[in-house]
C-alpha cells in the first residue's frame, strides 16, 4: 500500500483518480491540523502538493517519499536541491494551465488597450463625449517581445499574432521551427530589441538567473509608453524599477499576476501606482485548468509508483541525472 498525502484541496476529479487505485492510502491536507499533517509526510510515499512549503527539514523526515507532485508548473515552494539529491523526481502538471495563463495575458494586454472600465463609466454617466477621447487603441501591428517560448510563451504567441501583432521570441534553447511556424522573429538578446517593444511579457521559471531579469537597466531601455506583463513569477521583474517607472509616466502600464511577497502588504506602493492591473496568483486559475491540473498531479504520481513518469512532466530532469552520475 502507497500513501499518498494532497497537502492542500485540489479538484474532485483528481481526488478520484486516487480513490481508484486499489494499492493508494489517500491522506487529505485539507481534513488535518498542522500536526497531523506533519506526521502524515513523514510516512508519505508521494507528496502532491500547490503552495504548501515543502523545505529540507519537512522533506528530509519523509523516509519513504518516492514522488513530489506540483499542482501548477511553479516549483519555488519545493526544494529541488535536496529531492533530487535523494533521486526523487518532481512532478509537474507541464501542459494544464497554458491556456488559462496565456489567456490572461491577452485578457490584461485588451484591458490595457481598450480600457473598457473606463468606457463603461462613460456610458452609465451619460458622457457620450468620451468616445472622441480616442484613449483606446490596436494592438495590430505593435511589437510584443516574448521571454520564454516554452509552452505558456508559444500559446501568447499564437493569441497575439491573432491580433496582428508583431512577435519577437527569446529563450535560452529555442524552438526556431516553432517560431517561424507561428509567424514569430526569434530574437539571440532580447536586450538589444527592447527600445522596438510595445508590450513585454515573460513566461520563464524564477531561477537565480532569472530573479530581477527585468530591472532598472532594461526598463530603462525600452520605449516610453510601453507595457510589462508578469504571469510568471514574482521577483523576474524587479517590483521597485517598475513602480518608478509606472509613476514617472516612462511605462503606459503594467500587470501582474505574481509579486514577490504574496499576498500583497495593504501599503505595497503597486497599490498606488498609476496604471497597473493586479489579480492574485490566479492566471492558471481557470475552472479547465482547476480540473486538468488536479488530474494531471494524481496521474503522474500514479505514474511514478508504475516506473513510467513522462520526462517532459519531470521538473528535475536533469539535476536527477546528474546526482545519477555523481553516485556512479
Given at each position: 500500500m502507497k500513501t499518498v498525502v494532497v497537502t492542500e484541496p485540489i479538484h474532485e476529479a483528481g481526488i478520484a483518480v486516487l480513490k481508484r487505485r486499489e494499492d493508494v492510502e489517500l491522506i487529505e491536507g485539507r481534513r488535518l491540523?498542522?500536526?497531523?499533517?506533519?506526521?502524515?509526510?513523514?510516512?508519505?510515499?508521494?507528496?502532491?502538493?500547490?503552495?504548501?512549503?515543502?523545505?529540507?527539514?519537512?522533506?528530509?523526515?519523509s523516509n519513504r517519499l518516492a514522488v513530489v507532485a506540483k499542482h501548477g508548473v511553479g516549483c519555488d515552494n519545493i526544494d529541488i536541491a535536496h529531492l533530487s539529491g535523494r533521486g526523487i523526481p518532481v512532478a509537474?502538471?507541464?501542459?494544464?494551465?497554458?491556456?488559462?495563463?496565456?489567456?490572461?495575458?491577452?485578457?490584461?494586454?485588451?484591458?490595457?488597450?481598450?480600457?473598457?472600465?473606463?468606457?463603461?463609466?462613460?456610458?452609465?454617466?451619460?458622457?457620450?463625449?468620451?468616445?472622441?477621447?480616442l484613449k483606446a487603441y490596436e494592438l495590430d501591428g505593435r511589437t510584443m517581445?516574448?521571454?520564454?517560448?516554452?509552452?505558456?510563451?508559444?500559446?501568447?504567441?499564437?493569441?497575439?499574432?491573432?491580433?496582428?501583432?508583431?512577435?519577437?521570441?527569446?529563450?535560452?534553447?529555442?524552438?526556431h521551427a516553432a517560431a517561424k511556424a507561428l509567424g514569430c522573429i526569434v530574437v539571440e538578446?532580447?536586450?538589444?530589441?527592447?527600445?522596438?517593444?510595445?508590450?513585454?511579457?515573460?513566461?520563464?521559471?524564477?531561477?537565480p538567473v532569472t530573479a530581477g531579469f527585468i530591472g532598472a537597466g532594461e526598463i530603462d531601455a525600452m520605449k516610453r509608453g510601453a507595457v510589462i506583463i508578469n504571469c510568471a513569477r514574482g521577483g523576474i521583474v524587479a517590483e521597485a524599477p517598475l513602480v518608478a517607472a509606472l509613476?514617472?509616466?516612462?511605462?503606459?502600464?503594467?500587470?501582474?499576476?505574481?509579486?514577490?511577497?504574496?499576498?500583497?502588504a495593504r501599503d505595497h506602493p503597486l497599490l498606488a501606482a498609476p496604471n497597473v492591473w493586479l489579480s492574485p496568483h490566479s492566471a492558471g486559475s481557470s475552472a479547465e485548468a482547476g480540473r486538468r491540473m488536479a488530474v494531471d498531479t494524481a496521474q503522474n504520481i500514479l505514474d511514478a509508483f508504475d516506473g513510467k513518469l513522462d520526462p517532459a512532466n519531470t521538473f528535475n530532469l536533469a539535476e536527477l541525472a546528474a546526482a545519477a552520475g555523481r553516485s556512479v
Open positions: 491540523g498542522a500536526e497531523a499533517l506533519a506526521q502524515a509526510l513523514m510516512r508519505a510515499d508521494a507528496v502532491a502538493v500547490r503552495t504548501f512549503k515543502l523545505d529540507a527539514a519537512t522533506l528530509a523526515r509537474i502538471t507541464a501542459s494544464a494551465n497554458k491556456v488559462a495563463v496565456a489567456e490572461q495575458v491577452l485578457a490584461f494586454l485588451l484591458m490595457i488597450a481598450k480600457d473598457p472600465l473606463a468606457y463603461d463609466r462613460a456610458a452609465r454617466a451619460g458622457d457620450w463625449a468620451f468616445r472622441t477621447s517581445l516574448i521571454i520564454g517560448f516554452g509552452r505558456i510563451g508559444r500559446e501568447v504567441a499564437v493569441r497575439a499574432r491573432a491580433f496582428g501583432m508583431r512577435v519577437l521570441v527569446s529563450d535560452i534553447a529555442i524552438d538578446d532580447f536586450r538589444a530589441h527592447l527600445a522596438e517593444t510595445d508590450v513585454l511579457t515573460v513566461h520563464v521559471p524564477k531561477t509613476q514617472s509616466g516612462k511605462l503606459a502600464a503594467a500587470a501582474l499576476d505574481v509579486f514577490d511577497e504574496e499576498p500583497l
